[in-house]
DNA sequence: ATGGCGCGGGGTCCGCGA
């Protein structure tokens, strides 16, 4: 099974970028953060899978789609919040965690909200048992956790993304006994899935890593392959997400 | 294009993203 996470920074304006995605890469589940449209207006990708999507007018929004049938869904608690931020999915008996975190800010208002969400978080994952549960958590953290994460330490030091508040979350999520798929493929190499679009910054390698896929140990086992698809973002035509898709391959 | 932002809403700019 090959499980895909991308923000996509507006499903209308990515479809066809989408569509090739799932087309030239296999994907039979597809998380996707930022879609930036409402659940209703979310344009048909393709007769072969199923979505579920919580979106919003105009900012956030998530949608996971799959070959798959989906067994059971949940809006989660971010509509007490009142951003479209968090979808629960059941497929094949995984539980798949599709999220997209606030921003936040340098200790303004909004980072205090993007603590709050990560509070919610961690209350709503108390119901798995991670030793025994195949658990998914992918999307959007909007956390780069160590120096291997920023393209440069100095200057992100005391920024957003990269705040010890934000450093320490990523860290419990690993010591709750999450794995981080990427970082376990990549132990010693900065790799990236963000890029802004302002300096050319995909250009000069100037990235972040944001996007993670956090496993638990029983879904970390069946790992076969972990696909940072760099290329799509470094095209022109047609215009990319500043993210970048990374795929998982599971042996399932 | 040897450089360099793009999105949606409802607009010919603004707020937002990270």
Not at 185 to 198: A, E, G, L, S
Request: net charge negative; charged share 30%.
């Amino acid at each position: 099974m090959r499980l895909c996470t991308f923000n996509v920074n507006s499903i209308r304006s990515r479809l066809e970028i989408v569509k090739n995605l799932v087309e030239e890469w296999g994907i039979d589940v597809l998380c996707m953060q930022e879609i930036k449209v409402e659940s209703d207006k979310f344009p048909l990708m393709s007769e072969d899978f199923e979505c579920v999507v919580h979106g919003q007018k105009r900012l956030n929004g998530v949608a996971t789609c799959s070959k798959y049938p989906i067994e059971e869904f949940e809006r989660g608690f971010d509509g007490e919040l009142g951003e479209a931020r968090f979808l629960y999915t059941l497929i094949n008996k995984i539980h798949i965690i599709n999220i997209y975190a606030p921003l936040g800010d340098n200790y303004g208002e909004r980072f205090e909200y993007k603590i709050y969400f990560y509070d919610k978080l961690f209350e709503w994952l108390k119901r798995f048992d991670l030793t025994k549960n195949k658990v998914v958590i992918c999307g959007d953290f909007n956390i780069s956790f160590t120096s291997l994460d920023v393209w440069d330490e100095f200057i992100w030091d005391g920024e957003v993304t990269h705040l010890p508040e934000e450093r320490a979350i990523m860290g419990k999520l690993l010591d709750m006994g999450f794995i981080d798929v990427i970082r376990e493929f990549y132990p010693d190499k900065k790799v990236f899935t963000f890029y802004d679009y302002r300096g050319g910054a995909v250009y000069k390698k100037e990235g972040l890593r944001l996007d993670y896929v956090l496993v638990s140990k029983p879904l970390f086992e069946k790992v076969r392959e972990v696909e940072i698809l760099t290329s799509i973002r470094r095209k022109r035509k047609p215009t990319p997400s500043d993210h970048v898709p990374v795929v998982v391959e599971f042996d399932l």
